[in-house]
């Protein structure tokens, strides 16, 4: 043989949290476990995420006494999946999401804090709650990974304040109110000073919060386990033989490693947000596919769908949306390269709204990022680009920021020199400078104040759900989401689509396994994470939709692979060492 041979239960690509979850899960039932991943950091998308995991159920919710009533978590899920409504995969989410989140939090260090109210994202949908589903991974303490810590992947540099990781909730309160609440003053002040001095002593800063926090997490409980990962190491191909996936090869410091998994192969690649071809074909608003701007890793590129078509695996284009969207700007960074940022909480905020490049609001503003998104590219139906602009007044910029731009008192220059923000002293020049005819806009601007006034929103009805007022201003009354836009100047960012992940991935059944096209399992290969069709059936009932199925669903493979044989003839020949056959791409 010209390449070196290694064997292995279960072997693992990826190492973002449903190929993590996976390792740790299968790894504590004995089972002898490789990961593997192509990046030279680990963490994949999951350590530029905020870190929050959405799980019906859970002990967490109710250890703050939160009960839900019977049958609503799949009643909504139902309501939510619409024609891809999968029973028997919502019902293995559903049963093991809590299964899951008490195997981890009781034995590993992967620990998480619930509020106790964050809203679905469609809470007064049928089977819709309040709150007790949405949680946030605990900050946690880089210098645990010890030299490991090198090797996790950043933050998004555009979510971070001099390069630090802002928590969620509390923690973003604080910092929007450093000059307005002594208490908060005192926590601003104490969090940047033990932020510079570790990246004096380190390089880095040293408390990790959501996603980072929840890749570096579950990298110290694959620590703990003694699990292998090997980075910078890409798979070329999977090694197939009798009809199943026996292992794969793998490119490791420039040679080929052929490692044969008893057990399985477990794809957990990230989905295909940097895929160029495949987001032709997937997403409407990008006809070449370069009209889409995600601010996932650009390594997630697809190999984890490849792989398995390579196979006989397939991807089910029939998805309603075949992304988690989220409407994006494109920023210059300080080194010259561009940033993508993705806008969360901004929209909510009362004093800002967002227009068509002809000068109308379209919907409401305090949707999630994901129903925002579908109604700009409805308004932008026949036009040559889908965009929007989101606009606020002086008095919400300094309160709250906008995209990239902090709020008062970090300086805004340079984001007006390079041109991402657009000012005008007036609404009219304000249209000016975005190309928006200025009667229109200030019709709009007009309109919107008139009730705005009043906290009032009867167009789009902005602050109307739980969700728009839980991203608000509570401050602000009536309605923390809506206020005039009347003290100049004005600003405008220009707003385009992206993703936070991919929705459209394998078919694969209840247990992880990958099926082919007559609906038959693929011996010996799983796919978890964004490489799985999405079990909310392309569409975001809540915050963290992702991450909590990645982490039941890698539970999920963990466990079944630790109660699979090996196929009998598979391990036979591996044992023995035998020639076997390398499946090509197709």
């Not at 210059?332 to 909480?345: A, E, L, Q, T």
Request: proline share 7%; charged share 20%; net charge positive.
């Amino acid at each position: 043989m010209t390449q070196e041979d290694i064997t292995v239960d279960v072997l693992v690509v990826g190492t973002g949290a449903s190929g993590m979850a996976t390792a740790i899960t299968a790894a504590s039932q004995g089972l002898k476990v490789l990961v593997v991943d192509k990046e030279a950091r680990y963490g994949g998308t999951t350590a530029r995420s905020g870190g929050w995991l959405w799980i019906p159920g859970t002990h967490l919710a109710k250890e703050q006494g939160i009960t839900e009533p019977h049958g609503a978590a799949m009643a909504y899920m139902k309501h939510e999946t619409t024609t891809h409504f999968d029973e028997k995969r919502v019902s293995a989410f559903l049963d093991n999401g809590p299964k899951a989140l008490e195997f981890f939090t009781r034995n590993t260090c992967v620990q998480f804090d619930m509020p106790a109210v964050f809203p679905d994202y469609h809470a007064e949908a049928p089977g819709g709650q309040p709150g007790g589903r949405s949680m946030v991974t605990r900050p946690f303490d880089g210098r645990e990974l010890g030299k490991r810590i090198k090797q996790l992947a950043p933050p998004l540099p555009e979510l971070t304040v001099f390069g630090m990781m802002l928590g969620s909730g509390p923690e973003i309160k604080h910092f929007m109110r450093t000059f307005k609440s002594p208490t908060s003053f005192l926590y601003v002040t104490k969090r940047l000073t033990r932020h510079f001095l570790d990246v004096l002593r380190h390089g880095r800063g040293m408390t990790l919060t959501n996603g980072n926090a929840l890749a570096g997490r579950l990298a110290k409980a694959g620590m703990d386990l003694d699990i292998p990962v090997w980075l910078s190491s890409p798979v070329k191909k999977l090694v197939v033989e009798y009809d199943g996936v026996a292992g794969a090869l793998v490119e490791r410091e420039g040679k080929p490693v052929r490692v044969l998994a008893r057990r399985g192969v477990v794809l957990a690649c990230g989905g295909f947000p940097h895929d160029v071809e495949r987001r032709r074909q997937l997403f409407p608003h990008a006809p070449t596919g370069k009209e889409h701007f995600s601010p996932s890793p650009e390594s997630n590129t697809g190999d984890g769908l490849k792989l398995a078509e390579s196979v006989g695996g397939r991807v089910d284009p029939t998805i309603p949306h075949a992304a988690a969207w989220v409407p994006t700007s494109v920023t210059n960074r300080p080194d010259g390269s561009k940033g993508v940022m993705p806008h969360f909480i901004d929209r909510a905020k009362p004093g800002v709204i967002a227009v068509t490049a002809k000068g109308r609001r379209f919907t409401n503003e305090g949707n999630s990022y994901h129903d925002f998104v579908q109604a700009m590219v409805k308004a932008c139906e026949g036009e040559p680009e889908v965009s929007a602009w989101l606009l606020c007044d002086h008095k919400a910029l300094r309160n709250y920021g906008l995209g990239c731009v902090a709020p008062a008192p970090l300086p805004i220059g340079r984001h007006l020199r390079s041109g991402y923000l657009k000012r005008g002293a007036t609404v009219k020049q304000l249209a000016e400078q975005i190309g928006i005819a200025p009667a229109t806009l200030e019709a709009t601007v007009a309109q919107f104040n008139q009730t705005a006034r009043s906290g009032q929103d009867p167009e789009f009805g902005k602050g109307s759900k739980a969700y728009n007022r839980y991203q608000g201003d509570a401050l602000i009354e009536p309605n923390p989401c809506v206020a005039p836009l009347e003290s100049g100047p004005y600003y405008a960012i220009k707003l385009v689509v992206g993703d936070i992940g991919t929705f459209a991935g394998l078919v694969t059944d209840e247990d992880t396994r990958v099926l082919d096209s007559t609906g038959k399992p693929i011996k010996g290969l799983y796919a978890v994470g964004n490489d799985a069709a999405s079990v909310m059936g392309g569409n975001y009932p809540g915050a963290g939709i992702t991450l909590g199925p990645a982490l039941t669903f890698g539970y999920v493979a963990g466990m079944q692979l630790a109660k699979n044989e090996a196929t009998a003839d598979i391990r036979l020949q591996i044992e023995r060492r035998e020639p076997v056959t390398l499946a090509r791409p197709a």
